[in-house]
């Protein structure tokens, strides 16, 4: 089977990325947990996949809760990602928790060998120190 290995970057912070590995089998779902888990965020808030070309642009959304979903959106629990790898090096744009808007770049880095003794989809590299998901600022204002 398949193994994709995707580095994951934050928008606003150029410092931190994560490599990711997870079979083609796997749903979009399991890569919206992963990914947060893998940043130290929790996985309250609802969030949304988009194909991506070269230049970041949004295509194909794939989003979480089944109420955003209209004609052309697919939704994360039944989309395998393995029907979105267009091209060698795809990119997907994700965006989650609409009040904050966090933006996470995606690209599919390579192709490796699964690993018999690995459970995917897995974290396989950590760089820099995530942002906390929560700025005291944004807490501040929810509370009120």
């Known amino acids: 089977m398949a193994i994709y ?20 089998s796997q749903t979009f779902f399991d890569f919206f947990q992963i990914i947060l888990q893998s940043i130290g965020f929790d996985t309250k808030h609802a969030g949304s996949f988009f194909s991506s070309d070269d230049y970041w642009s949004k295509g194909n959304e794939i989003t979480l809760l089944e109420e955003d979903v209209e004609p052309g ?32 770049f995606i690209e599919l880095i ?12 897995r ?3 950590i760089l820099g120190t995530a942002p906390k998901q929560y700025k005291q600022k944004q807490i501040a204002s929810q509370e009120k």
């Open 5 to 24: 290995k995707f580095r994951v970057t934050c928008e606003d912070y150029e410092d931190i990325s994560r490599e990711i590995e997870r079979k083609s």
């Open 73 to 104: 959106v697919k939704l994360m629990k039944t989309t395998k990602i393995a029907s979105f790898i267009e091209q060698p090096n795809q990119r997907f744009v994700f965006l989650y928790d609409k009040e904050i808007c966090w933006s996470l």
């Open 110 to 121: 390579k192709l490796v060998p699964e690993d018999a003794k690995a459970t995917y989809p």
């Open 123 to 125: 974290c396989v590299k």
